[in-house]
């Protein structure tokens, strides 16, 4: 049905208004970054710098080992998300496939374990960490996430592995295969685009942590992860907010870009199986 | 061939049950490993009076104190209304927002799928920077928001954000109303378009009107996304921890103290493990009954 | 190629038995067809015979060998899915080629082996696409190809047509019935349609409730049938059936004394085929007045009401799209025009008839 000239200027305007609306502290971030410091103690504020200070960026990078940082989030990232991987990719397909005595339970304690906040797990994990000596490691961190991202990703991948019918690795079985054989030859081939969008959210939930970072990391400055190291600029930076917001680009910049590019993938995880 | 598999040929019929048990053992090890033993030391340690946890020493004695002192601390009982509060504010305001958004880009228009890439897009900040923003815009001397009252005429003098209770709850609602609301947007606009085009056909050949359809066929076909995004945001808030405590730290005077922020707090700044890990295996009874509700609202996901 | 003989094979889960002791011996190079309402345990059957399933005990033997507990892989056979399940990230070739690689067979002889398979189901051209880009009739073709290029003991197919349109089926139909005539291979053939069972068997199995009713050719299956079940799911449309009381070898039907076996006696339940009745009089002559008249072109079903002393027994349930209740229907070629609520002149011949007892359900010779 075509609409009316007037509804759809309309229509045009509410998008835009909303979106200037929603997206402007995103805006104001990057306006924050690129002013002279001396220019954000000045009213009214000017909503774009007279002269964008681009330097900022590789100011920021000198004084700050941003990239560490970012390194070291993409390590725990990376670790975390291939333990969980390797993990949930199994359960996940036995709970998909096999009625296995106490799999419905263990499907409900998963559940559960989703919504578990970190300020419960935190605290027994410090004592374990430190019994054990990994405080301060990336181990520590690693682990810690891993606790954040199994449910999430077990969960999706079972809900994909559902939408795949039985009858493929039965063919591939009378094929000759073995049961594992036509789970890595036909059903994760299968999967790729599941499995990618299911490690990309892992990666996220990884790369968006604090908690445990700031709990088992704080004195192990060479291991701090991205939102750490940013957390302690506020704190000591009260004044300096265009360093602090050029950092905080760099470290939100790469889930994004992750986002734009990807966003199908994310937001196919983020509801897969939530709308019934 | 016959011979070497012979001794786990998980192919045969009799046998093929098994993978299901061996699929499921490393995620089992694991999550015993990581999940619940962590979660079996936390109940035991709210049974004690522990100030830094230390496994390798031996327990103290059997307490309940940590509890009966956690029913009659004010502290608790005020938690619980910040979290309260937080979470019905916070929730509405989302659940406002993002549909209003999904329903907004639901819409036909050229440029549809930028703007629901931008619509959504706080959700892919993390805290931490949705954190670093809104502080800057919210600071006292020199921030947006104390401008543009000014300048609205709705205040006479700047206001001290993080210094004033009420003020400060309302930066950390803020920040998470804006952080939250990408999220129920998602959904939503997932549920409206598994919406069949027929119902609005059917719907308009019958003469209902916009708002009509609105109220009787997007409302009611929304409502189990709904129900599942309801409890998840609420857990979420209940959950939240980055962005209260590196915004304000559950201060000023407690205002922004969820139950969340108080359990952290008592563990790492005064060291009461013990006492801190009482008040999580309250969230965690808590959170446990989310997860019942959740599930009966959604029983094909199991 | 291989004799398959099944043996009492029996599957329950708990209390509920899907299967109960089912024995079929199958001779080489036969097509069998197993047939019956959905939840018969046809399908479990297959899936037991393929060893995709677990037998809760029997045996079951393919070309002499004990394969009751064999893996699928090793029990030399192919399978045809309802909904092909061929592997979307592999072409054609690659799909049709994949048994044979799990084999450990050479490559040259694979690539062989595929394109002769693909020159007889004429899908040559398709070898590189990918099964999304094929159409349901080609996806078909490469299923079945993939099937024969592993030149099995046996062909498994479960409900291979049932995706299809009408048209295509009855095409497919008799392709699946000329391949099985040029390669010879023992087929268990799985369905719920009782046509394709009668145009491709060389035997039919009829199930319900996990119970073999009737193993017969398809001539016998629809003029001998061994109960009640079978008489009304073979033919379409479906047999009419009338109660009636016999004494002393004759019965009354629509006023008429018809003769029947001597076996029966007391009440019985008639069945009388659609095409058995014929328009004008003959054997047995009687009256009816049409209630609906379809007309095929052909053909004409004629319904109309039983008569009030053989209504139909009441706990006969027809298939599900065929619930006409107490009327009757007449199945005529080349009859005159006939008028809805004007009398026409119908006849059968009494030795058509089927004599059922209706409290076993069994029929009386």
């Known amino acids: 049905m075509r609409q009316s000239l007037p509804a759809r200027l309309f229509l045009y305007a509410s998008v835009v208004l909303t979106c200037a609306v929603l997206i402007f502290p995103i805006y104001w971030l990057v ?14 504020p000017k909503f774009w710098p007279d002269e964008p200070r681009w330097s900022v960026f590789g100011k920021i990078l000198e004084e700050r080992p941003i990239f560490l ?36 339970s263990l499907g409900l304690f998963i559940l559960t374990a989703k919504m578990l906040p970190a300020t419960l797990l935190v605290i027994p994990l410090f004592g374990i960490f430190r019994m054990t000596g990994l405080i301060g490691s990336m181990w520590s961190i690693i682990l810690a996430h891993a606790t954040l991202i199994i449910p999430f990703t077990t969960w999706m991948l079972k809900g994909y592995f559902d939408t795949i019918p039985r009858e493929l690795e039965q063919a591939a079985m009378v094929d000759g295969c073995s049961p594992l054989g036509a789970l890595f030859r036909v059903i994760l081939p299968v999967s790729a685009p599941g499995l990618a969008a299911t490690a990309l959210y892992g990666f996220v939930l ?43 680009i760099l470290v939100a910049l790469p889930i994004l870009v992750v986002y734009l590019f990807l966003e199908r993938y994310l937001v196919g995880g983020l509801t897969a199986g939530s709308d019934k | 061939m016959a011979g070497g598999r012979f001794s786990l040929d998980l192919a045969r019929p009799s046998r093929q049950h098994w993978l299901g048990y061996i699929l ?22 709210s049974f004690q009076n522990v100030g830094i946890a230390r496994l390798d020493q031996p327990r103290r004695p059997f307490t309940t104190a940590n509890y009966e002192r956690l029913f009659t601390s004010p502290d608790f009982w005020n938690a619980c209304w910040v979290t309260l509060k937080l979470i019905v504010v916070v929730t509405s305001a989302c659940f406002i927002l993002g549909l209003g ?27 931490v920077i949705a954190v670093v923003i809104f502080a800057w815009i919210f600071d006292s001397s020199f921030g947006l928001m104390n401008w543009v009252f000014l300048s609205l005429g709705l205040i006479d003098k700047t206001i001290n954000w993080f210094s004033d209770p009420d003020a400060a709850f309302a930066v950390v609602a803020t920040t998470m109303i804006w952080k939250g609301y990408p999220f129920v947007s998602i959904m939503s606009l997932a549920g409206l378009q598994s919406i069949p085009e027929d119902y609005y056909a059917a719907a308009r050949v019958d003469g209902a009107s916009a708002l009509q359809r609105l109220r009787y066929i997007t409302l009611p076909c929304l409502m189990p996304v709904i129900g599942v995004t309801t409890v998840l945001v609420m857990l979420w808030i209940f959950r939240d921890f980055s962005i209260i405590y590196v915004l304000t730290g559950g201060g000023p005077l407690k205002a922004t103290q969820t139950l969340s922020i108080m359990t952290y707090e008592q563990a790492f700044s005064f060291f009461r493990m013990g006492y801190a890990s009482a008040i999580g295996v309250v969230t965690l009874v808590i959170c446990v009954i989310a997860a019942k509700l959740t599930m009966r609202r959604a029983p094909d996901n199991l | 190629m291989a004799r398959i003989v099944i043996d009492q094979v029996r599957k329950s889960y708990g209390a509920l038995h899907v299967l109960k002791d089912f024995s079929l011996d199958i001779a080489d190079g036969e097509f069998v067809v197993l047939v019956g309402p959905s939840g018969c345990g046809k399908s479990t059957m297959l899936k037991i015979l393929a060893g995709l399933e677990e037998a809760s005990g029997g045996t079951i033997r393919i070309g002499g060998r004990d394969v009751t507990d064999l893996a699928p892989g090793d029990r030399d056979i192919a399978m045809v899915f309802q909904n092909y399940a061929l592997y979307p990230h592999l072409t054609v070739a690659a799909n049709m080629g994949f048994g044979l690689k799990m084999r450990g067979t050479p490559a040259d002889v694979i690539t062989r082996r595929v394109q002769e398979a693909a020159r007889i189901l004429d899908v040559e051209h398709l070898l590189e696409r990918r099964p999304r880009q094929l159409s349901g009739g080609q996806r078909q073709r490469v299923a079945l ?3 024969i290029v592993r030149e099995p003991a046996a062909f498994l197919m479960d409900e291979p047509l049932s995706n299809l349109d009408a048209k295509l089926r009855v095409h497919m139909r008799a392709e699946i019935g000329a391949l099985h005539q040029r390669l010879g291979v023992t ?8 046509i394709e069972a009668m145009t491709m068997a060389n035997r039919i199995v009829i199930m319900k409730d996990g119970e073999i009713q009737q193993i017969a050719d398809p001539e016998t299956m629809f003029e001998r049938p061994a109960n009640l079940f079978v008489a009304g799911f073979i033919g379409s449309p479906g047999m009419n059936f009338l109660s009636a009381r016999a004494q002393g070898g004759t019965t009354r039907l629509f006023g008429e004394a018809v003769p029947v076996p001597p076996g029966a006696d007391g009440d019985v339940t008639i069945g009388l085929r659609p095409e058995h009745i014929e328009a004008g009089p003959g054997a047995v002559t009687f009256m009816a007045r049409p209630s609906l008249v379809e007309s095929l072109g052909s053909e004409k079903y004629i319904y109309f009401e039983a008569p009030d002393d053989n209504r139909p027994p009441g706990f006969l349930k027809q298939s599900e799209e065929d619930q006409r209740g107490s009327r009757l229907i007449a199945r005529l070629v080349n009859a005159g025009p006939v008028r809805i609520g004007e009398n026409v002149t119908l006849s059968f011949d009494p030795a058509r008839l089927h004599v059922f007892d209706p409290a076993t359900g069994k029929a009386i010779r």
């Not at chain 1, 990376?78 to 799999?103: D, P």
């Not at chain 1, 908690?211 to 701090?224: E, S, V």
């Not at chain 2, 090890?29 to 619940?36: D, G, K, P, T």
């Open chain 1, 31 to 44: 306006v924050t970054a690129l002013s002279q410091p001396d220019q954000l103690r000045q009213l009214p």
């Open chain 1, 69 to 104: 940082w970012l390194g070291n989030s993409a390590l725990a990232a990376l670790g975390a998300v291939t333990i969980s991987m390797v993990v949930s990719v199994l359960a996940g397909y036995s709970l998909s496939r096999f009625r296995v005595r106490g799999g419905q």
């Open chain 1, 206 to 248: 990884s790369w968006s942590d604090y908690a445990y970072a700031r709990t088992f990391l704080t004195n192990a400055q060479g291991n701090w992860t991205a939102n750490l190291g940013i957390t302690t600029m506020k704190g000591e930076y009260i004044s300096n907010w265009a360093d602090i917001s050029a950092a905080s």
């Open chain 2, 24 to 45: 499921l053992a490393p995620a089992v090890l694991l999550i015993a490993a990581i999940i619940v033993y962590p979660l079996i030391v936390s109940v035991d340690l």
């Open chain 2, 101 to 127: 958004t999904a329903l907004l880009v639901n819409n036909r228009f050229k440029g549809r799928s930028v703007a629901r890439l931008l619509v959504a897009m706080p959700w892919a900040v993390p805290e």
């Open chain 3, 145 to 147: 190809g993939r099937a």
């Open chain 3, 187 to 194: 087929t268990i053939y799985v369905t719920h349609d009782q």
